[in-house]
Nanobody
Framework: QVQLVESGGGLVQAGGSLRLSCVASGTVFRVHAMDWYRQAPGKQRELVAA???????NYADSVKGRFTISRDNAKNTVYLQMNSLKPEDAAVYYC?????????????WGQGTLVTVSS
């Protein structure tokens, strides 16, 4: 069973940086595209960044140029480097992937890690 465990959240001042990590287990990590989502209080969960199996990346317009997603297949880990953080980046950040089961495609989410940005 695929499991995702995030870490690295915390409190940071505006303009600061954090690096989130997500470790995957129970699967062959390199065959999964990986994403980071976030959800702020009262808002819908939104896609922040994605990395394909081949390492291609995609970002939400709001984080382009500030956030970097990367993956280390040897460590079964995907990272989200967040620089120049703004108060509006504060949210719970979730690692996400999909896996194929006998019942079909299944979404897999981590438990989330909280990022707080003080102004």
């Amino acid at each position: 069973q695929v499991q995702l465990v995030e870490s690295g959240g915390g409190l940071v001042q505006a303009g600061g940086s954090l690096r989130l990590s997500c470790v995957a287990s129970g699967t062959v990590f390199r065959v999964h595209a990986m994403d980071w989502y976030r959800q702020a209080p009262g808002k819908q969960r939104e896609l922040v960044a994605a990395v394909t199996i081949g390492g291609d990346t995609n970002y939400a317009d709001s984080v382009k140029g500030r956030f970097t997603i990367s993956r280390d297949n040897a460590k079964n880990t995907v990272y989200l480097q967040m620089n120049s953080l703004k108060p509006e980046d504060a949210a719970v950040y979730y690692c996400h992937t999909r896996t194929i089961t006998p019942q079909g495609l299944r979404e897999v989410w981590g438990q989330g890690t909280l990022v707080t940005v003080s102004s």
